[in-house]
């Protein structure tokens, strides 16, 4: 389990073929909270990486900051996880944790497209363009649930609205290299969300 962000893609060339990669920056985490069933009802641990300038934090961040030992930092996300023990305040895990790790599964905010229509958020074919359809080439049909005893629009009913901006997991990404030197790791095709989002980064549990 790390934090990273998203610096792009590339291709690199593997065995004779050309793959597709995502470059992910890896900066060294560490461990700013470790909750446990006795006190918070349930096992976790939180992470924190990247840099953030001290006077952007607020009292109660930096009292956990100060409290890990570790200066500010700006993503922090909480993992659970069965064996709490095993970590301590302010110990730093990076790229070589994920060492003889083959899959990992990476979790990011989708890039938001604003409002769509159906046609592009749920893929409707749309109405046809000949035979008296006017002007509602793209609409979505009725939105009535049947007669007028149940004449609501059903729970659930696929409609137009807002696309993308939402947690997104792709799972059993391939992880084609971990540089250490470089805070770097290479995954086999793309991960969700824009250049410089933050991703949560989790061995398989497939896989």
Known sequence: MLLGKKVGMTQIFENEKLIPVTVIEVQPNFVTQ???VEKEGYNAVALSAFEKREKL?????????????????????????DLV?????GQEINVS????VEFVD????????????VMKRHNFGGNRATHGVSRNHRLGGSNAGGAASNSNVPKGKR??????????????LRLVKADVENNLILVKGSVPGAKKGYLVIKKSIKK
């Open 57 to 81: 934090v607020n009292k109660p961040e930096m009292g956990v900051f100060k409290k890990a030992g570790i200066s500010p930092k700006r993503k922090t996300h909480e993992f659970h996880v």
């Open 34 to 36: 470790i909750k446990t």
């Open 85 to 89: 023990d095993s970590y301590e305040l």
């Open 106 to 117: 990476i979790q990011g905010i989708s890039k938001g497209k604003g409002t769509a229509g």
């Open 97 to 100: 944790s994920l060492e003889g």
């Open 159 to 172: 409609m137009a609205g807002r696309l993308g901006n939402e947690n997104v997991t792709v799972q059993n």
